[in-house]
């Protein structure tokens, strides 16, 4: 199957300042890439997504950045709030019809 | 507000009883997809359908069924309950190719 990895498994920050979720992928012909958040007993929720001919989208207090050279992803959350606190996931589709995810980050947000 | 959903939240069950994990969704999708996942753990890909009548094997092997009689509907069957099936498992559904999942809040499966 396709690998797809979080560089750290938990990231602790502080309330107000920014995040950065990182993650890598192994699969060159991935071309459409989806940031998910999971709370404590949910379902993973989409947050942003972004295909392979873009290196950068923004949402709200959220940036997904792409970088194709070195198979590298990353969510940035701006001002970080103690509603993120979550775990992240990346996953990765080359043929769009299955998702690949990667093992998670867990942010827990301080006060 | 999630439109699809799944039950139930919590199962503790004995081993070698045949269970059934229930999903449905109300948006339409032809796409539903079976997660099993360890907590804090990646998602692992174990039954799809593309539509009606339309099911496949996942990239983890599994020992549960699914079927697909009708679009809004996926149900996933173990016919013989044992201690390494528990995990949570969590069914998604979308529409089109530019679409994510949308993921219900999953089913919590204890075997003893």
């Known amino acids: 199957g396709e690998s797809v990895g979080l560089h750290l498994p938990t990231l602790s920050v502080q309330e107000g300042d920014n995040s950065i979720i990182n993650c890598a992928y192994s699969?060159?012909?991935?071309?459409?890439f989806i940031w998910y958040k999971q709370e404590s007993g949910k379902g993973p929720q989409f947050i942003i997504d972004?295909?392979?001919?873009?290196d950068k989208r923004q949402g709200q207090r959220v940036t997904v950045l792409l970088n194709k050279t070195v198979k590298h992803l990353s969510l940035q959350i701006a001002a970080t709030q103690p509603g993120d606190s979550a775990v992240y996931f990346c996953?990765?589709?080359?043929?769009?019809?299955?998702?690949?995810f990667g093992s998670g980050t867990k942010l827990n947000v301080k006060p | 507000e999630a439109d699809i959903y799944q039950t139930p939240r919590y199962l503790v069950i004995g081993t070698g009883k045949k269970i059934t994990l229930e999903c449905s969704q109300t948006?339409?999708?032809?796409?539903m997809y079976w997660y099993q996942q360890d907590p804090g753990m990646e998602l692992h890909l174990i039954h799809y359908?593309?539509?009606?009548?339309?099911?496949e094997k996942g990239d983890l092997s599994s020992e549960s069924t699914v079927s697909r009689i009708r679009t809004e509907h996926f149900p996933l069957t173990l016919e013989s309950a044992r201690p390494s099936h528990t995990s949570q498992y969590l069914c998604?559904?979308?529409?089109?190719?530019?679409?994510?999942?949308?993921f219900g809040s999953g089913t919590r499966l204890t075997v003893v």
């Open positions: 998604a559904s979308r529409q089109g190719q530019m679409m994510g999942y949308t």
């Open positions: 699969n060159s012909a991935s071309d459409y």
């Open positions: 972004i295909r392979s001919n873009m």
């Open positions: 996953a990765e589709t080359y043929n769009f019809n299955k998702f690949y």
């Open positions: 948006m339409g999708h032809d796409k």
């Open positions: 359908s593309y539509g009606v009548n339309s099911t």
